[in-house]
Nanobody, 119 residues
Framework: QVQLVESGGGSVQAGGSLRLSCVASGNLSGRCMGWFRQAPGKKREGVAHMQIGGRYTNYADSVKGRFTISQDNAKNTATLQMNSLKPEDTAIYYC?????????????WGQGTQVTVSS
């Protein structure tokens, strides 16, 4: 069983930056870690994905060039650096982990952290 704990959410003005972190309870080497978000009244959408210890990364078109997903050397922490934030980035952000098989699959989820961007 993997447990995920997110931190780093908050409120910021448009154009600002936030950094989200997700700490996993175990070593996820070779697996995927990713970030999803869900805004009120909208479906949950994938934001950024990576293979721990590998080269695979993938971003939603809406965040390319603004968000960066990265991992630490211990391979149990995923970070999402969010720059040039827009009001439409406002959502609850969830960390997820799961198997990698060419693409990322997810079967573990964090509790979510709120990100609010004001105009």
């Amino acid at each position: 069983q993997v447990q995920l704990v997110e931190s780093g959410g908050g409120s910021v003005q448009a154009g600002g930056s936030l950094r989200l972190s997700c700490v996993a309870s175990g070593n996820l080497s070779g697996r995927c870690m990713g970030w999803f978000r869900q805004a009120p009244g909208k479906k949950r959408e994938g934001v950024a994905h990576m293979q721990i210890g590998g080269r695979y990364t993938n971003y939603a078109d809406s965040v390319k060039g603004r968000f960066t997903i990265s991992q630490d050397n211990a391979k149990n922490t995923a970070t999402l650096q969010m720059n040039s934030l827009k009001p439409e980035d406002t959502a609850i952000y969830y960390c997820a982990a799961g198997p990698y098989g060419g693409i990322c699959g997810y079967n573990y989820w964090g509790q979510g952290t709120q990100v609010t961007v004001s105009s």
